[in-house]
Every structure is written in structure tokens, then in C-alpha cells.
């Protein structure tokens, strides 16, 4: 079957700097999505990855391994509304997107 | 511009009740898509269409339907509500497989 895992949730610091993992098995791969959701809201868009690396966008950062079926989000200089649900979700062969269940990032100040 | 607008935001159903939850979307997007979101579970995908006039189910379609007759509009209907369909529901569009979702807000829905 088709699994993604993501931790369910995690505590940081303000200011510090976190760091949410994602591994997956799924059938083929056509890129992995970062997704950030606030209680009660929708899910917005944070990050694509295709090639395997690092790409960076201001004060969050995603890398992927496809080899190892690996993906993490790397968020800096936490912010206390960077408090949120993340979500990673993978395309597989058939170009579906397979949904993680989240991992809830708690913020303290 | 409005992105994508579902309606309504909350809803109360008792058992074997009906009911069409709308989305539009203003972007001209070819792709659309039904999930829902239970907690502590991945989004789920209900059902989705590629454009005008062709729908697909999805991992979890049993007990709903669609229909696309525009570009713009995707409504699930839900026929004789059961309590396992009590969830959140989000309605989603893009440009391309590829391509950011964006998503409604989300229909709160409980079926008691």
C-alpha cells in the first residue's frame, strides 16, 4: 500500500529553528508537496519538490531524497504564527496526490 | 479575485438527509477536487475532474457525487447522509497535476 509518515507533533522555540520530517512509499513518484495549515482553515501551498536538494523560500526550506523516500521542511526563526498543522503529500505514478496526516508545530515563546 | 468559494461553511444533518455542498472557483482552472479531512487522518480524495464534463472517483467516493457542467462549479452531493460522513470538506482547483492546490475554506459538516 501507499504510506506517507510525518511525526504528529512537534514543540519549538521562538526564534529557534525546526525541523519536520517525511518519509513515504508509494507507487512511482512525480514530486512531493509541503502544505501548511491553521486550525479551523485551509491548507495554503508552501513547497514543491521534484528533484532531489534543497530549495529554499525565505525562511523555509525543503529538501527530498528520492532514493531514500525522504523529504523534510525546514523552518527558521520560528515565529509564533508559524503554529500550524504541515502536511506532506506526494504524487504518485497515476499523478494522485497521497496526503500525510500532518504534524501539529507547536510554538513557544 | 475570490479563488475558491464553497458554501456552506457549516452544516447540521440529521440521518438520510440531502444535501449539495457548492464550490466555484474564478480561475479558470481545468483540475477540481472533493476531499475531506478527519482528524488525525491524511486528506482524502472523494472525487475530482479534469474539466468541463468529466469526473473521476476517487479513493472514497461511496455515497457522494458530482457533477461539472461548467469550468467554474464542482458540487458534491451527498445523498442519505450517514454519520460517517460527518468530516470537513475541502474543495480544491489547479492549473495542472503539477501545479499548488488551492483550496475553499471548507464545509464543516455533521451528521447526526
Known amino acids: 500500500g501507499q504510506n506517507i509518515d510525518q511525526p504528529t507533533e512537534m514543540t519549538a522555540t521562538e526564534g529557534a529553528i525546526v525541523q519536520i520530517n517525511c518519509t513515504y512509499q508509494?507507487?512511482?513518484?512525480?514530486?512531493l508537496f509541503w502544505y501548511q495549515q491553521h486550525a479551523g482553515e485551509a491548507p495554503t501551498f508552501l513547497s514543491y519538490?521534484?528533484l532531489d536538494g534543497l530549495e529554499e523560500k525565505g525562511r523555509f526550506s525543503s529538501f527530498l531524497s528520492r532514493s531514500k523516500g525522504y523529504s523534510y521542511l525546514l523552518l527558521k526563526e520560528l515565529q509564533m504564527k508559524d503554529s500550524a498543522s504541515y502536511l506532506c503529500a506526494v504524487m504518485d505514478s497515476n499523478y494522485q496526490l497521497i496526503w500525510g496526516a500532518g504534524t501539529k508545530l507547536i510554538i513557544k515563546p | 479575485n475570490a479563488g475558491v468559494t464553497q458554501t456552506p461553511k457549516f452544516r447540521i444533518l440529521k440521518i438520510g438527509q440531502s444535501m449539495t455542498l457548492q464550490c466555484t472557483q474564478d480561475?479558470?482552472?481545468?483540475?477540481m477536487y472533493w476531499y475531506r479531512q478527519d482528524p488525525g487522518m491524511g486528506l482524502k480524495l472523494i472525487y475530482y475532474?479534469?474539466?468541463?464534463?468529466?469526473?473521476d472517483k476517487g479513493e472514497v467516493p461511496n455515497g457522494y457525487n458530482v457533477s461539472r457542467s461548467t469550468t467554474e462549479d464542482f458540487p458534491l452531493r451527498l445523498e442519505l447522509a450517514a454519520p460517517s460522513q460527518t468530516s470537513v470538506y475541502f474543495c480544491a482547483s489547479t492549473t495542472g497535476e503539477s501545479s499548488p492546490l488551492h483550496f475553499g475554506n471548507g464545509t464543516r459538516l455533521t451528521v447526526t
Open positions: 480561475m479558470n482552472h481545468n483540475y
Open positions: 508509494t507507487s512511482g513518484f512525480n514530486g
Open positions: 475532474s479534469v474539466g468541463a464534463g468529466i469526473t
Open positions: 519538490n521534484v
